[in-house]
């Protein structure tokens, strides 16, 4: 693989498309919404065009994730949405695993201290990784209330460095799209993007991934035999 291995001390995961099989939900569900108006659409393609759609909006919605930090209400909207939690129905969760996760986890958090990077609320991020008993494999969790700006920007990664007491040139961060990729340049850490999420190939390169793998279950493989 080629990584520069021994510079890496920890290793910052995505979550969506990376931990927890989540793309197919969204496209699955933007296509429903599109279906209607293919005739209208590039080669009448519900299901590409939706695709596309999620990953065209993922970084200005990211960006609008970082609003409350910025207004200094980030901790009274946590409080509100627990509050709302608390009143509402309760509904099953249809969380999907990504294959070999766990595994690889298991085997990587005893080498490495490992991080959670996402740009999504805290709640849903913490309720995924507790629903499948993931959160003792790791040491921190960014996510979209623990830095001012989250990805493609590398505040969270930068902050979850800390955490770790390692430096960001230290970490790999690992993701499924082009904003985990920028993120982790923008931090000056080396980066692995993964084809079981919304990126592809030519994107996740033009990015400057340093690794492109199948899917994340491959990281754990390519590391032990470097």
Not at 35 to 53: E, G, I, T, V
Not at 93 to 111: E, F, K, T
Not at 122 to 148: N, V, W
Not at 170 to 179: I, Q
Request: aromatic share 10%; net charge neutral.
């Amino acid at each position: 693989m080629p990584l520069d291995i021994p510079r890496i001390q920890a290793i910052c995961f995505d979550v969506d498309g990376t931990l927890r099989d989540t793309d197919d939900q969204y496209v699955a569900t933007f296509a429903r919404v599109f279906r209607p108006f293919r005739f209208l659409l590039p080669r009448q393609d519900a299901d590409d065009f939706a695709r596309k759609f999620v990953m065209t909006v993922e970084a200005p919605a990211n960006w609008a994730f970082s609003i409350p930090d910025r207004l200094h209400l980030d901790d009274e909207l946590a409080k509100l949405g627990e509050w709302v939690d608390k009143r509402r129905k309760a509904r099953p969760h249809n969380y999907l695993l990504i294959n070999g996760v766990r595994a690889l986890l298991a085997d990587l958090s005893a080498r490495y201290p490992l991080a959670v990077v996402s740009a999504r609320p805290r709640r849903g991020t913490m309720g995924f990784l507790d629903h499948f008993e993931l959160t003792p494999y790791f040491k921190c969790f960014a996510t979209g209330q623990s830095a001012i700006r989250t990805k493609p920007f590398p505040d969270p990664i930068l902050w979850a460095a800390k955490q770790m007491g390692v430096k960001p040139e230290n970490c790999l961060m690992v993701g499924d799209t082009t904003v985990d990729i920028r993120a982790g340049k923008s931090a000056g850490a080396q980066t692995v993007g993964v084809l079981c999420g919304f990126g592809q190939r030519p994107e996740l390169e033009r990015a400057g991934a340093d690794v492109i793998l199948e899917g994340t279950w491959e990281l754990g493989g390519g590391m032990r035999e470097a």
